[in-house]
């Protein structure tokens, strides 16, 4: 199959796609202020995982999407994730690669039921909603010969 052919057929099924995950309430929720409402009776959810994911973009003309860290252009977004079903819950609006994790959950002001543990990495360090309880490994100390 040609790539223009594969193309016609991603665009084609992607909506069928969409609409059948969404019948079965399985699409996240892009909406940061109807997620706590969506999750609060869900029981997988107790435990949630929140990270940021890069995606590799074609080289812009700005350096806006510049990852230093990855050291590619991209696009990010925040996820959300129950930690026991893997079932993504959230999915935040798309950023510019270079924009800190903690910088988009700030920006998309995410509304969490209160029940929700929520786990995050180092990037979101600073970053205190209110939840249950959040829980954020250590930075290790390098160790020196």
């Not at 084609?12 to 309430?25: F, N, R, T, V, Y």
């Amino acid at each position: 199959m040609g790539q223009s052919q594969a193309n016609e057929w991603i665009h084609g099924l992607l909506p069928i796609l969409k609409q059948a995950l969404d019948d079965l309430g399985y699409a996240p929720e892009r909406d940061p202020k109807k997620f706590k409402k969506k999750e609060q009776d869900r029981k997988d959810a107790l435990d949630s995982i929140i990270d940021g994911t890069e995606r590799r973009r074609q080289r812009p003309k700005q350096a806006l999407h510049y990852s230093g860290k990855k050291k590619i252009h991209s696009d990010k977004n925040i996820v959300i994730a129950t930690a026991r079903k893997k079932r993504v819950s959230f999915l935040s609006q798309t950023y510019p690669g270079k924009t800190h994790d903690k910088n988009v959950a700030d920006t998309e002001d995410i509304s969490y039921p209160k029940h929700i543990r929520l786990h995050k990495d180092t990037g979101f360090q600073g970053y205190e909603p209110k939840v249950c309880k959040l829980f954020q490994p250590k930075k290790s100390r390098a160790i020196k010969n």
